[in-house]
């Protein structure tokens, strides 16, 4: 996910942003991201630009349990915006 960082970090109102982009993600709007949603959304923007993540399974799996705080399989706002912390902690800090 480091593209995603490099671009949000450079956009002014950055939460703004970070909820928009959640939002858009969150395709059937329950609020949480599952990991269909996940999937779709890196298939979509790779169908415009191909960014050379194409997860499998276990990877996204992965990659859900790396920020899943309350285990439930899925990812909330809260989960999301700790996610972007850590990134910038291990890529900006
Ligand atoms: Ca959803
Ligand atoms: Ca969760």
Redesign the pocket.
């Known amino acids: 996910m480091g593209f995603f960082w490099d671009f949000l970090s450079n956009i002014d109102n950055f939460q703004w942003v970070i909820k928009k982009a959640f939002d858009s993600i969150d395709v059937d709007g329950n609020g949480?991201i599952e990991p269909e949603e996940i999937l779709n959304t890196i298939n979509y923007i790779n169908s415009y630009y191909d960014t050379g993540i194409h997860p499998t399974e276990d990877q996204l799996k992965l990659g859900?349990e790396f920020?899943?705080?309350?285990?439930?399989?899925?990812?909330?706002f809260d989960?999301f915006m700790s996610l972007l912390k850590k990134l910038s902690k291990y890529e900006f800090q």
């Open positions: 949480e859900i920020c899943d705080v309350d285990k439930n399989g899925k990812i909330n989960e």
